[in-house]
């Protein structure tokens, strides 16, 4: 089995405790890079080795390529790890780490800008028979485009940044006057978040569900899909709760989009760990986006298919053979992940600050991946996630007992948190039922 002799690990938080975790129990020696305002975090007093980069504001640290080079340079690490955020899905960055004779732990540049282009990748997998959402062809260059393509789409429809995420350079219109301001809005934001203000439209889905499917890949051609997630609780594009499998879906659509996308992703000869994010709406798959990273929500997967990802990920990238085979692959029970943010629940303003009292669920079948601590201070520059409490079993019904137990049990004092939120959710009867829509938890909260 090849392995590096040491990782660098470009993220903070609990994803980078979780990808150190990993990395020791592969036996491979560790680097943190840190802001000033993360020097008494978990994963920097664990870590092998530390390096400062930088200020608090992520500027000037997390997303400053050269700093964490030269961290890289200084401490003698052969690899790096992006984690899921930052400079994940950033291709220049990928390109320097080759350029210098490291390995960047996640696809090519190639794939990175193919994909991180949302014009670009509805093209490919339309190319490659993959459904899309209905919608005009390339981008909106104009109002007059926009009207012309709206009209033969029908209305309502979104205007979507092509480099977007996150929710952000998309804008919904429901009719030509709303178009023309949904267009300069969507452009204007695109512009700002991402540097590119190129858009396109697709036509609007009502009350679609957000279904996705975890790929792994090696560098020898071998693609194993880990079954799907539905993330569709969400508020304002942001996912709050996941699960898989996802419940309530025909087994014969499930088969039918899996065998596309395995099909797909060896077409594109990518390797690594990757996401296609569709939308079911009808009866129909729908391909939103891939994302070309590590995803928050895969420890969902990894309970109900016993793989850990982040190895096989590192594994992958070191050249080794997937040591599995899509027969292989065994769905046991179910999981749910609760997003634990340190955020107003009502409000959802975030609330950074001091913790004055942790106390972690604890029990069979229930896992917390956090980087926080009794004393710990929550900085204000960053994401607000502070934690994701994951629940398993043999049963949907099950899984959603043991949750609603280890919510009582989390205990985060100090600050803020969105735990009594996840109370609600976990005893509401939408969520019981299972197959909400994306937009089920805005209406209910009325916001």
């Given at each position: ?180 301001q949904a267009y300069k809005l969507a452009k204007a934001e695109s512009k700002a978040s991402f540097g590119n203000d190129q858009v396109y439209m697709e036509r609007y889905l009502k009350a ?134 340190a955020e107003d629940p009502k409000t959802f303003f975030p609330s950074p600050g001091r913790i004055n009292m942790f106390h972690s669920a604890n029990g069979f079948g229930i896992r917390l ?79």
């Amino acid at each position: 089995m090849k392995l590096f002799s040491k990782i660098l690990i470009a993220d903070r938080g609990e994803i980078a405790l979780r990808v150190l975790r990993a990395c020791q129990e592969l036996g491979i020696k560790t680097v943190v890079v840190h802001s000033t305002a993360d020097e008494d975090s978990m994963p920097v007093r664990f870590a092998d080795e530390s390096v400062c980069i930088g200020e608090p504001l992520a500027k000037d640290s997390y997303l400053n390529m050269r700093a964490i080079m030269t961290a890289a340079e200084i401490t003698g690490a052969d690899a790096i790890h992006p984690g899921v955020g930052f400079l994940a899905e950033n291709s220049r960055f990928a390109q320097m780490i080759i350029a210098h004779g490291r390995t960047f732990i996640g696809p090519s540049p190639e794939h990175i800008d193919m994909m991180g282009d949302k014009i670009t990748a509805k093209t490919t997998m339309q190319n490659f028979g993959i459904p899309t959402i209905p919608g005009a062809k390339g981008e909106i260059t104009s109002e007059e485009t926009a009207l012309q393509q709206a009209a033969e789409i029908g209305f309502p429809v979104l205007i979507k940044a092509a480099a977007g995420g996150g929710g952000k350079g998309m804008k919904v219109a429901h009719n030509e006057q709303d178009l023309i301001q949904a267009y300069k809005l969507a452009k204007a934001e695109s512009k700002a978040s991402f540097g590119n203000d190129q858009v396109y439209m697709e036509r609007y889905l009502k009350a679609p569900r957000h279904i996705e499917f975890q790929i792994l890949a090696d560098q020898h051609g071998h693609v194993v899909l880990l079954g799907e997630r539905d993330c569709s609780v969400q508020r304002n594009h942001q996912k709050i709760w996941e699960e898989a499998p996802a419940p309530n879906l025909p087994a014969s659509a499930l088969v039918r989009v899996n065998e596309l996308i395995a099909k797909a992703v060896k077409k594109l000869r990518y390797t690594g760990v990757g996401t296609i994010e569709m939308l079911y709406e009808n009866g129909q798959f729908y391909f939103m986006e891939m994302n070309t990273r590590l995803q928050v929500e895969h420890t969902v997967t990894e309970m109900i298919t016993g793989i850990d990802i982040v190895k096989e990920q590192i594994l992958v990238a070191a050249g080794n053979h997937l040591p599995f085979s899509q027969k292989d692959i065994c769905i046991r029970g179910h999981s749910i992940e609760c997003r634990i943010n340190a955020e107003d629940p009502k409000t959802f303003f975030p609330s950074p600050g001091r913790i004055n009292m942790f106390h972690s669920a604890n029990g069979f079948g229930i896992r917390l991946d956090s980087h926080v601590y009794c004393g710990y201070v929550i900085p204000p520059y960053y994401d607000s996630l502070i934690g994701k409490l994951i629940t398993h079993a043999n049963s949907r019904e099950e899984c959603l007992s043991k949750m609603r137990r280890a919510l009582n049990e989390l205990v985060i004092d100090g600050v803020a948190t969105i735990i009594p939120l996840h109370q609600q959710l976990a005893t509401d009867p939408a969520i019981i039922k299972g197959g909400v829509d994306i937009h089920w938890l805005e209406r209910t909260l009325g916001c």
